[in-house]
């Protein structure tokens, strides 16, 4: 079939899985032991047969990273989305995410059913998702996070078994009180690793000298500094630092990276499908900061291996020259959902799957024993 045949959704499926976290991430607003999200399977039909694709809705806890929750995705999903989706012939998976622009915001609900259409168009296609969307490289860096710990330690501790994991850059989670002496602590074990901060907004301009004291660190990147709608904020900070600060929660939309990017908010800006609503919002903002020659990097939300492989294949195209947060699922959840499992390789890299879409098959076993409800939508009269 051509990949120019409009494409057809015949059935959705929305489903709530809870997996186990190995350990509690611990961050600025607490910590998360359980991993609920939203998965959405999409079926159409192909020359030989049916074909699915997955997306997923990396939703956290608590409406703090964005304002979306499992609760709000599935509502959002089920009653606006699929419906929408269903009723509504795909021309090009680049347009979908304009199709959803009637409703406001709800980013992760979006890339949820926007990634499992390319996932489908891919495969329709006889494509990896790396090829449908432009991709080069056929490994990603990645690097990890290290999230508040108890004492400093448990901190070292966690950076040394990270490094000898090979990742390529470590960044540490900080807020108010923990961060220039932690980032000390670090330096002093470690040397001149390349090393990361993330505050997720955890600041306010009056706390620059706490970021100036940041600032001595040598360090890639301060990220997310100031709350997320403080474009003027972070523009002041950056003009007072020599580290780059990097943008992540203030950019939820293309239009966000653009004033950004004119503001001189940040050097640096974190990609995430769940939080632009979805690939094509994504490449949008890739594009932007490659023109302005500013670096990407592909972040993560504890994604299960459909959201990571998705990420993984964005992560091939050209303007991804820094490590994403792209540490395989099984780092942090007990069992991931998909097979083959997305693996690290010696040197800090993931292999990007090589097979048609994603590349990665959901174990039904696995979503069966996961789910926690699911609601399945039909196309028809
Ligand atoms: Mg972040």
Not at 61 to 68: G, I
Not at 204 to 233: K, N, S
Not at 312 to 319: D, M, R, S
Request: net charge negative; charged share 20%; aromatic share 6%.
């Amino acid at each position: 079939m051509s990949t120019q045949e409009p494409l057809q959704i015949e059935q959705v499926v929305v489903y709530h899985v809870r997996l186990e976290m190995r350990a509690p991430f611990v961050t600025a607003w607490g910590a998360q032991r359980e991993r609920d999200l939203i998965l959405v399977e999409a079926a159409a039909s192909g020359s030989d047969g049916q074909l699915i694709g997955w997306g997923e809705a990396p939703v956290l806890a608590q409406p703090a990273y964005n304002e979306e929750t499992v609760a709000t995705a599935w509502h959002i999903l089920n009653d606006f989305l699929v419906p929408l989706v269903l009723r509504t012939p795909i021309m090009d998976p680049r347009t979908v995410h304009e199709h959803f622009a009637v409703f406001h915001g709800h980013s992760m609900a979006k890339a949820a059913l926007e990634g499992a259409v390319w996932d489908l168009w891919a495969k329709r296609a006889g494509l990896s998702l790396r090829e449908l969307l432009g991709g080069t490289s056929l490994r990603v860096p990645a690097g990890a996070v290290v999230g508040i710990q108890e004492d400093t330690a448990a901190l070292l501790r966690q950076v040394e078994a990270k490094l000898a994991r090979g990742y390529r850059r470590i960044k540490l989670k900080v807020h108010p009180g923990r961060d220039a002496a932690v980032v000390k602590a670090v330096r002093d074990a470690f040397g001149d690793i390349p090393l990361a901060v993330d505050a997720n907004g955890a600041y306010r301009v009056e706390d620059l000298p706490v970021l100036q004291a940041l600032d001595r660190f040598g360090l890639e990147m301060i990220e997310q500094p100031l709350p997320w709608d403080d474009l003027l904020g972070h523009a002041r900070v950056q003009a007072e630092l020599t580290t780059p600060i990097c943008l992540d929660e203030t950019v939820a939309t293309p239009g966000h990276a653009r004033q950004a990017l004119a503001l001189g908010s940040g050097r640096v800006i974190n990609i995430k499908p769940g939080r632009l609503g979805g690939l094509g919002p994504a490449l949008a903002v890739h594009d932007l900061c490659r023109a302005a020659g500013a670096p990407v990097w592909c972040g993560g939300l504890l994604e299960t291996g459909v959201g990571r492989a998705h990420n993984v294949a964005l992560a091939t195209l050209p303007g991804f020259t820094w490590p994403g947060d792209l540490a395989p699922p099984g780092e942090y959840l007990v069992e991931d959902i998909v097979e083959p499992p997305l693996v690290l390789d010696r040197e800090g890299y993931v292999p990007v799957p090589q097979g048609p879409g994603i590349g990665v098959t959901v174990r039904r076993d696995r979503l069966e024993a996961l789910t926690v409800r699911r609601h399945v939508h039909r196309a028809g009269p």
